[in-house]
Each structure stands twice: as C-alpha cells, then as structure tokens.
C-alpha cells in the first residue's frame, strides 16, 4: 500500500505527506462518521493534543486537488485501462449540508426522493464528477472510478461573490478538456445524461484537434436536419449550415416502414443479456443561434419493457450502434458508485465548514473510493478472490463491500498503523473463532 501511495508524496511536504498517511488510513477503518476526529480515533490517536495539524491538511496546507487527480487517473489508466479508449462518465451529485457558514450551498432538485409524481428540493453542494468506467477484471463487471470533483456553486453565491455563475455544461466541458490535455492521443469517449446534451458542449468536443467522442441522451422531438448541400462555384452569401428538416425521432420510432435491427447487449443495464432492437443514421442537429451538430442518432426499443423508446446522439458518425449503446449503458455505475460512497465511505458526515476544506473534503472521499479499489486490485489479481457469503445471499464475484473488507484487513494486521501503546503487558488468550468474527465484523461495518 505505500508502494501504491508512493506517486501522491511528491504533492506534498514532507510533514503533511506523514499526516496525509494517517488520515487515509483512519479514514479506511473508521465506521460512520468520515471527520478528522474519527480518523484519529480509528488509528489510535485520540490522546494526540496535536489533532489540529491533521484539520490543517484540508482547511491551511498547500498541495493540488488537480494534481493529484492527475496521478490518480494516470494509476487507474496503467491498471486497468492500459490500452483502447479511455471512457468517462460526467454526472453530478448533490451532498446535503445545511448552516450558515456553508456559503456556496443551494437549494437543488433531490433525485434520491423525488419521483414523477412528486418533487422534493434539499439545500446542499452540488458536485460535478469526472469518472473512469473501467472493467474491473476480478469483479467481472464496469467500475465508475471517481478521479476529478468540483463543486458547482449555486447561482445566488455566484452573485454575492461577484462572480460569473458557469452551468453544468461549462464545468463538463471544463474537466473534459484537463483530461484532454493529460492524454493528447489516447481515444476518450464521455458519456452522461440528457442535462449535458448542448450543442454549445458537443460543438466543443468534436473541434478539439484529437476530438473527445460525447454520447448522451437526445430528445425525440429534436430538431434534426440534413448536411448542408454543397456550394456552387461563385455562390455568394454565408455557406449553409442544415439541408432539409428531417421527421421527429418520434415519428420514425412510429412509421411501420422503419426498419429495426435485432442485437444482444451482454451487459444491459448489470443484467447478462438483453435483446434490443434499434435504428441508426446521421443527421445534424441544429437550433437557432447555436452550432451546428453533425451526429448518429441511435433509437432503441426494448421489447421486453412494452417497446419503450429512447433516442441516444454520439459525436462519432462513424462508431457502431452497439458499440454506442454499450458504452452508454454503462453510465449507470455512476449512481451505484455514489451510493456506496454514501454507505460505505461516509460521504455528507464530514463537518467543515471553511471554503477550501469544503473544496477538498467531498472530492477525497469521493476519490477513495477508487484508491479502495486500486488497494484491492493488486491483491485480487494475485490471490483468490475474497467473497463474503451467507446461506441468504449468494454471489459470485466480489463488490465494494468485499474490496473495502480486504484493505481494512490489510491495515488491522499491520502493527504500525497504530500508534497506541499497551498499558497491561499480561497476555489475554482469545480464542481464534471469536478473534475472526470481531474482525469480519469490523470490516465491513460501514
């Protein structure tokens, strides 16, 4: 585990490198809470009267968030993507904290507890995340790894602070383009919902030198059109940018003459196989005062969920439907990677409440959990895979759960991860069965 840390210790003094250590490390084995005093405690420190110097690497201690994610990215990529496509997902997360020093706070959309029928508002942080999905060979199944986070204030702090308000679709286009100038020739592909499908962002992606591949969501009543026709030797005025309308995605998901492909998707949406049909060609998208968009669209019905129809746009005039619809499908690792950073890591129990702690706190906790899974992935890859069963519920490859289990294993049995002396020398005979419940209990408690 040092050796896998050793990359990060150029970002920081050597002082804060040492504290850094401990705070990763208790934050690992705390359960609950995630804050500093838990850490201390997880690790043995709880008497240490020097705690606040462990509070000044979040809120006073100069090192990158940036850079770090740079290096984090660059570990998960020769891990586990070291060749073809670097796929990324971009979505946003919202953690809920309420108080009057938390400034940059809004009130947003609650996606955990609204539903069609109702709508429920929260004040929080809203935070836009960049992730790797990568399969995870020993789980034998897509990870959404988080490596980038920034927060994304809220239009009334914008104001107060005098600062321009950037929408979701400037901070995407933002972190897409960094990872861009981090990898200038690797293939990267992103993905995210319908709220990131602009054409002001597309637009962007696809004028890039090596262009970034965007696949989302289009609307079935989109305004798409054909490729502007070609000029004429001395025609006069500004080229063309659309040809002829074409009919509404909706229409042609409708028309009988529409021709639909049958193909089998092996991983739809974590199940094994799915049989979908679909309807692919190229258009341009276009919208007054706004680029021009030239794209392939996807349509895809599922027979088995009473025909529904979705419509996906990808960039790339060029790439497979199938390939476009695996890529996006797997988007929905996103949304069970920020559940298990809220079950598992402690994500929105943190207290500070300075600016730059606040700026550092959530994107760490989300980041550990791909530090978790690249802890566990040089032991699963070399020993057997550690499961957790039960008579009740059966599986077969590991989960968060069991990777988390691993690495607190790994730091229970090293005797200098904690600091405390023993005040008793009497040895105290326990006996091996209890001793390894304590410890599987410990281990995955959350």
Known sequence: MIQALAPFAPLFSKRVWAHVQVLLAGTILAPGKRTVTSALRAVGLEEERQFCRYHRVLNRAAWSGKEAARVLLGLLVEALVPDGPLVLGVDETLERRRGKKIAAKGVYRDPLRSTRERFVKTSGLRWICVVLLAEVTWASRVWALPFLSVLAHSERYAKEQGKRHKKLTDWAWQLLLLVRRWYPEREIVAVADRTYASLKLLD?????????????????????????????????????????????????????????????????????????????????????????VPLRWVLIRDPQAEFRTQA?????????????????????????????????LGFETQRHWSERAIQRTAPALLALFSVVTLFAHQHMTKSAQTVRRTAWYRKSYPTFSDALA?????????????????????????????????????????
């Open 204 to 292: 962007r992606c696809r004028r890039l030198r090596n262009p970034i591949t965007f696949i989302t969501r289009l609307r079935l009543d989109a305004a798409l059109y054909e490729p502007a026709p070609p000029r004429h030797p001395g025609q006069m005025g500004r080229p063309r940018l659309k040809g002829e309308r074409l009919p509404n995605l909706s229409a042609v998901a409708e028309d009988p003459s529409t021709v639909w492909r049958t193909i089998t998707l092996t991983n739809w949406y974590g199940k094994e196989k799915r049989l979908v049909e679909v309807v692919s060609d190229t258009a341009v998208w276009h919208s007054t005062g706004l680029p021009a």
């Open 312 to 344: 996906l746009l990808c960039t790339d005039l060029r790439a497979d439907p199938k390939r476009i619809i695996s890529w996006f499908v797997m988007r929905w690792q996103m949304e069970v990677t920020f559940q298990e950073v809220r079950q598992r």
């Open 406 to 446: 691993l690495v607190r294993k790994e730091l229970w049995a090293q005797e200098e991860t904690f600091c405390g002396s023993l005040r008793e020398a009497d040895t105290l005979k326990v006996p091996r069965q209890f001793v390894e419940r304590l410890t599987d209990a410990l281990c995955y408690a959350a």
